[in-house]
């Protein structure tokens, strides 16, 4: 997480401070290929949403600032499989249709989901 913004939220009750949440790979659907990666924002991406997944099954309550006063709340970094080249990105949560971003060794896409 982003914690410049640091809060704390109830995790089935439990207080959990949002700088002290690890492994959210499986909120973002975190999936590495051989010479690319990809990310996928929950279909309604709020940290809300995010920590739901993260917390799969726990009840989560978040004070009602916490959206709005962290506009890119999570950095993610991924590395290369020997290490030696490594992203970190600030992951902004807009509601702006992409739900899902792709990188590779030439280009970046970004894809909108099944628009079926």
Known sequence: ????KDFEFTADGQPVKFSKTENLNTAFELKKDTASFTIRTPDFPTIQA?????????????????DKTNPYPFFIEVASYNG??????????????????GLDKTQIVFGAGDTA
């Not at 726990?58 to 009602?64: G, N, R, S, V, Y």
């Not at 970190?88 to 949560?93: G, V």
């Open 1 to 4: 997480p982003n914690a410049q």
């Open 84 to 101: 030696k080249i490594k992203y970190k990105l600030a992951i902004a949560l807009l509601n702006a249709g992409v739900t899902e971003i």
């Open 50 to 66: 995010v920590l739901e997944k993260a917390y799969a099954g726990k009840e989560i309550c978040l004070p009602e600032a916490a």
